[in-house]
């Protein structure tokens, strides 16, 4: 059974600078997700990494994959209070295309 | 074109009722997802229909069944409502020629008193 974790669970940014979240998952997988979810909203497509090697940006936002270390990175460039929300990982395996969700971070920004 | 939608927005129900939820998928898709994701917590997998069948199933009793109407809208329907059960569920369409990626709706808050 596919497992994911996301650490940290939450992360206090400060505006401006750096920061990295990691989803580790337990088995190979076909596609890994990238979500974004505000309080009381949906869920909305950040990434899809398909391949090892993977990288995707947009904005201030970047995601990586590596799929030998069954490991993905969501990398935040100089924080910014909107990007405060939380932040899943998910993935798909086999021919299932069920989502398997991390426990998720929330992520919040202060001045 | 509509995304996903879903209705109704919230409702509260009383422990033993039953609920339907409505879920209709963006144009073009022919499967439908159902999540449930309790507060503070990840979504959840219930199950997925594809033509008007159930093709997969998480760890959910059979107090959560579905359905998949010719139009590819779908419904969920959860009996013997407990309090636990409150949570927001969420639907997700995709189709086969999309990979399978998966659009969320705004989802329907359920909260069982």
């Known amino acids: 059974e596919l497992k994911v974790e996301q650490n940290p669970l939450f992360l206090s940014m400060q505006e401006g600078k750096n920061y990295t979240i990691y989803c580790n998952y337990s088995?190979?997988?076909?596609?890994l997700y990238w979500y974004r979810q505000d309080p009381g909203k949906s869920l909305e497509s950040l990434f899809v990494?398909?391949?090892?090697?993977a990288v995707k940006q947009e904005g201030r936002l970047m995601a990586s994959l590596d799929t030998k270390a069954r490991l993905s990175t969501l990398h935040i460039t100089a924080a910014v209070h909107d990007l405060s929300a939380t932040y899943f990982c998910a993935l798909t395996t086999g021919t299932a295309s069920k989502l398997t969700f991390g426990t998720g971070t929330r992520l919040q920004v202060t001045l | 074109d509509a995304g996903v939608t879903q209705s109704p927005t919230h409702l509260i129900k009383t422990r033993g009722q039953q609920v339907t939820l409505r879920c209709s998928p963006k144009?073009?898709?022919?499967?439908v997802s159902w999540y449930q994701q309790a507060l503070g917590q990840g979504p959840q997998f219930i199950f997925q229909?594809?033509?008007?069948?159930?093709?997969q199933r998480g760890n959910f009793p059979d107090r959560f069944s579905g359905h998949q109407f010719p139009n590819y809208s779908s419904e969920l329907n959860v009996n013997a409502l407990l309090l636990g059960d409150s949570a927001l569920y969420l639907c997700?369409?995709?189709?086969?020629?999309?990979?399978?990626?998966?659009?969320f709706g705004p989802g329907t808050r359920l909260t069982v008193t």
């Open positions: 990494l398909l391949s090892n090697g």
């Open positions: 997700a369409s995709s189709s086969v020629t999309g990979a399978y990626e998966q659009y």
């Open positions: 144009s073009g898709h022919d499967t």
């Open positions: 088995t190979t997988s076909d596609r």
């Open positions: 229909y594809y033509e008007e069948e159930e093709r």
